[in-house]
């Protein structure tokens, strides 16, 4: 059965190769969407090429809604987005694909059935295609190959979805077991480089010294770094001192 989470349903209008209805469905899966419905795939239905092609997305071209015309594959949406790369005339508001994501989540949120088409290989969506839609998705591409093919436009759409439907963490970094070094530990760090920087008479001139350990500092805090970091810090110089007294 399709997962119980709110969200747009996928329509891939007249497909023709039944490997890029695998890919989109490989690409829906990603994302965590499961609501596909294919529109008179030229190639018939059940494909057996779309499913080698999914990898792994077979329970949702299971799952998938057949139909015969566009008009029947809407029936019961309220909100219709079509996606398309090439101006057509038509006096509809175009959404980039992140607003257009941004404005489905806050449709489905309120209650409203959203769907999003994706037309053929061969030359996207017709005029009367997209005549049906309330809204135009326009993929910003390079004007001079705007070719996207039908498993790449849906990835991108899916993928804006997750942003604007999912907690997505834009950066983080894994420690593995370790955890960052305190203030204290870094302060420490410092001063035993300092210290023994000194000895060693690196600070000279006398009047460049502390412009020179400000620098030094100003180094170590771009480094941030982890307690397992600074307890090596400290062995290498150890190391180079112990090296030293043995000459």
Same mark, same amino acid.
């Given at each position: 059965?399709?997962?119980?989470?709110?969200?747009?349903?996928?329509?891939?209008?007249?497909?023709?190769?039944?490997?890029?209805?695998?890919?989109?469905?490989?690409?829906?899966?990603?994302?965590?969407?499961?609501?596909?419905?294919?529109?008179?795939?030229?190639?018939?239905?059940?494909?057996?090429?779309?499913?080698?092609?999914?990898?792994?997305?077979?329970?949702?071209?299971?799952?998938?809604?057949?139909?015969?015309?566009?008009?029947?594959?809407?029936?019961?949406?309220?909100?219709?987005?079509?996606?398309?790369?090439?101006?057509?005339?038509?006096?509809?508001?175009?959404?980039?694909?992140?607003?257009?994501?941004?404005?489905?989540?806050?449709?489905?949120?309120?209650?409203?059935?959203?769907?999003?088409?994706?037309?053929?290989?061969?030359?996207?969506?017709?005029n009367e295609d997209i005549a049906k839609a309330n809204a135009i998705?326009?993929?910003?591409?390079?004007?001079?190959?705007?070719?996207?093919?039908?498993?790449?436009?849906?990835?991108?759409?899916?993928?804006?979805?997750?942003?604007?439907?999912? /907690?997505?963490?834009? $950066? !983080?970094?894994?420690?593995?077991?370790?955890?960052? +070094?305190? @203030?204290?530990? *870094?302060?420490?760090?410092?001063?035993?480089?300092? /210290?023994?920087?000194? $000895? !060693?008479?690196?600070?000279?001139?006398?009047?460049? +010294?502390? @412009?020179?350990? *400000?620098?030094?500092?100003?180094?170590?805090?771009?480094?941030?770094?982890?307690? !397992?970091?600074?307890?090596?810090?400290?062995?290498?110089?150890?190391?180079?001192?112990?090296?030293?007294?043995?000459?």
């Amino acid at each position: 059965m399709p997962s119980d989470t709110s969200q747009p349903s996928f329509v891939l209008v007249r497909p023709q190769m039944g490997e890029n209805i695998g890919a989109a469905a490989r690409a829906m899966w990603n994302f965590g969407l499961d609501r596909m419905r294919i529109v008179a795939p030229r190639d018939g239905w059940p494909n057996p090429k779309a499913v080698a092609m999914s990898s792994g997305a077979g329970r949702l071209l299971d799952e998938a809604q057949l139909f015969d015309d566009l008009a029947g594959a809407l029936g019961d949406r309220t909100f219709v987005f079509a996606t398309t790369a090439r101006q057509r005339g038509l006096t509809k508001p175009v959404y980039s694909p992140e607003h257009a994501m941004q404005l489905a989540a806050e449709k489905i949120a309120a209650g409203e059935q959203v769907a999003v088409l994706f037309g053929p290989e061969r030359a996207g969506l017709e005029n009367e295609d997209i005549a049906k839609a309330n809204a135009i998705i326009s993929v910003p591409v390079n004007p001079e190959y705007a070719s996207l093919n039908l498993g790449q436009c849906v990835l991108l759409t899916a993928y804006e979805w997750m942003r604007q439907s999912g /907690d997505v963490v834009h $950066e !983080a970094t894994d420690l593995g077991k370790g955890d960052w +070094a305190t @203030g204290i530990e *870094v302060e420490k760090l410092v001063e035993h480089y300092e /210290d023994r920087l000194d $000895e !060693a008479g690196f600070f000279y001139p006398p009047e460049k +010294a502390e @412009g020179m350990k *400000v620098n030094l500092r100003n180094l170590w805090s771009r480094m941030r770094m982890t307690r !397992a970091d600074v307890q090596m810090m400290h062995g290498v110089m150890r190391q180079m001192v112990r090296w030293k007294d043995r000459g």
